[in-house]
Structures are given as C-alpha cells and as structure tokens.
T-cell receptor
C-alpha cells in the first residue's frame, strides 16, 4: 500500500491550454474523490466515483472540467481551455464505501499564467 | 454560504500546553465530523472523527468534543508538541451525502518550543 499517488506534482500552463492530472488510489478503495483547494481555503468538493461510476459532481465543476475513472482504478481530471482562476491545488482522495475517513494524495499544484 | 467555519485563522501555543481548535457548522443534516491535519506540500491527513450520536471521542493526545445544540465542535491537543504545528481542518458529512466532505477554512497551529 503506497497511498494515493498524484501526477504531476506541479503543472504550469498557459491560459487556454488543456491539462490532465492523474490519480492512483489505494488499490482496495472503491471510492475516489477530487477536491480543489485555493490559498487560505479548505478543500472544496469537485466530484466522486464509486468504482467506475461518477455519482456526483459539484456545481464548481464547469463544462471545461471532466473526470473519468475507467475500470474503477486510476482517475484523470482534465481541464480544457484553462483560465487563471483554475490555479489551485487539486487533491485526490480515496476511501472504502462506508468508511468516513479519506486518504488524500499530495495533490497537483496548477498554475495558469 | 459557508456551512463549516473555523473562525480563528491561526493559533499560537507553548509546547506542553493545551491547544483548542474550534469549528462551527450550520447544516443540521451533518452527522459525522472529522479533523484533518495538513503539513506544507502534503495532502490532508485524517486525525480523528466523531459521530453525532456521541459528544466526545478521544485518541491519545487528541480529543474531539461535539455540542450538537450549539452546532460546535472542538479539537483539544494535550500536551501540544512542536510537531503538531500544521494547518488543521474540520470537515463534516451528512447521511447519504456519498461521504462528500464539507471543509472549514482551516486554522494554522504553531506550537512554540
């Protein structure tokens, strides 16, 4: 068990470009979550998967954002046509159904210039 | 509309003394509460939790108290150690919320040697 892995750790991109982040959860965890954290704020929920099904999406997740979890294993979060307001730490977490505590990854810090 | 609030952005405590971190919530549907600790450049780490059917939960130096009538919870750390210096987030979830967590804005704890 190597914990939740996120790649890359840092990403700098120009406004208007597309970016994709990857999350590898703990292997036996069937729930996977994406959160976003901006400076001085707590993490904000974006979306979550139970196995491969995306069960809920926040209204924060605009049409430019899309998340997938093919085969219920790793997940990707893509942001199209990035804007400066997308600059944040993107956190992935996983858990077992029925277990209230998540295990978070170290996050991907996105900077849009 | 912040449903979970941590009104103290920072707290400074002397080593060996008690640290008390506070959290207020507004949503009466919340029935499970958690505290996370976050070091720089790392994801949040689960610390301790409490169900709404309890008013106290203890784990070593950490105790969480829940006052449902006041919609208030607190985290006590006794005795505080320099290694406890971190940002602490309280979080809440509700029944059938898919384990989605709503986080407060965090309190930075500094424990001085």
């Amino acid at each position: 068990d190597t914990g939740v892995s996120q790649d890359p750790r840092h990403k700098i991109t120009k406004r208007g470009q597309n970016v994709t982040f990857r999350c590898d959860p703990i292997s036996e965890h069937n729930r996977l979550y994406w959160y976003r954290q901006t400076l001085g704020q707590g993490p904000e929920f974006l979306t979550y998967f139970q196995n491969e099904a995306q069960l809920e999406k926040s209204r924060l997740l605009s049409d430019r954002f899309s998340a997938e979890r093919p085969k219920g294993s790793f997940s990707t979060l893509e942001i199209q046509r990035t804007e400066q307001g997308d600059s944040a730490m993107y956190l992935c977490a996983s858990s077992l159904w029925g277990s209230p505590g998540y295990t978070f990854g170290s996050g991907t810090r996105l900077t849009v210039v | 509309d912040q449903q979970v609030k941590q009104n103290s952005p920072s707290l400074s405590v002397q080593e060996g003394r008690i640290s008390i971190l506070n959290c207020d919530y507004t949503n009466s549907m919340f029935d499970y509460f958690l505290w996370y600790k976050k070091y720089p450049a790392e994801g949040p780490t689960f610390l301790i939790s409490i169900s709404s059917i309890k008013d106290k939960n203890e784990d070593g130096r950490f105790t969480v108290f829940l006052n449902k009538s006041a919609k208030h919870l607190s985290l006590h750390i006794v005795p505080s150690q320099p290694g406890d210096s971190a940002v602490y987030f309280c979080a809440a979830s509700g029944y059938n919320a898919g384990n989605m967590l709503t986080f407060g804005g965090g309190t930075r704890l500094m424990v001085k040697p």
